[in-house]
């Protein structure tokens, strides 16, 4: 694909794309995420549809939790902003951080990572240990959320930053990450095996006893257990399998 494309219309949704992702995002991330939606999209139209996704997976990508709403509506009131109130092209920035991705040769790279990540679906099977792993983490995260509302992301945060002995595949790692940090309407559907997904719950028993002692995360994993037992997929692969 032909990326920084310049013909006029191009340009102009260019900018005014920019204009509504600064409302959220610092200039870099911005920039970073307009290079995502450029490479999938090109200079085709912005649809209301693509842009409510795309939103979705830039507050996921970016910690903004809660402003997907905000971000796409944002969006959609810069494409309709007149000329005169749009930044300037923001193709030489972009031109930079792609250059920068490329000195990466290989490297997990911010840019790569935000940009190879497919937007979730729910469309085919998954597997009853990918269902099960999925409900048993959404489980913990409303656990955790009713002990602390906002503390899910700072175990988001340290599961990402933990994940490199399990061996994960670059590109599962990536979209581990991005899900963890997403509001999980849809399964985690990643390659991970039964020994990878039982290291990613310990991780975040690890850290819940840390920030909140071993009692209180006992319990916490007890009531989480006992949820997803209770489901569908915990009777068919139990959630005490993976731990």
């Not at 102009?12 to 911005?30: D, F, H, I, N, W």
Request: hydrophobic share 45%.
């Amino acid at each position: 694909m032909e990326m920084l494309a310049n013909t006029p219309d191009v340009v102009r949704r260019r900018k005014a794309m920019m204009l509504g992702l600064q409302a959220l995002l610092s200039r870099e991330q911005a920039v970073i995420a307009l290079l995502a939606w450029e490479r999938e999209h090109g200079a085709g139209s912005t649809t209301f549809e693509g842009l409510h996704q795309f939103a979705r997976r830039v507050c996921d990508h970016f910690g903004k939790v809660g402003r997907r709403v905000e971000l796409h509506r944002r969006l959609l009131e810069s494409l309709r902003a007149p000329d005169t109130s749009l930044p300037l092209d923001p193709s030489g920035d972009m031109r930079l951080m792609l250059r920068k991705a490329e000195r990466a040769s290989g490297s997990p790279d911010v840019l790569e990572a935000f940009l190879i990540a497919p937007t979730p679906t729910d469309e085919g099977p998954v597997s009853p240990l990918h269902a099960t792993f999925s409900k048993l983490i959404v489980a913990l995260e409303e656990q955790l959320r009713l002990h602390e509302p906002r503390i899910w992301m700072d175990a988001a945060s340290y599961l990402a930053e933990n994940l490199a002995p399990l061996r994960l595949a670059a590109s599962t790692e990536r979209e581990l990450t991005m899900w963890l940090r997403s509001d999980k309407r849809s399964l985690f559907r990643g390659m991970v095996t039964e020994g990878q997904a039982s290291g990613i719950v310990h991780l975040l028993y690890v850290w819940a006893a840390e920030m909140l002692g071993p009692v209180p995360a006992d319990r916490l994993f007890s009531e989480a257990v006992s949820i997803v037992q209770a489901s569908p997929e915990g009777r068919t692969f139990p959630p005490t399998a993976l731990l």
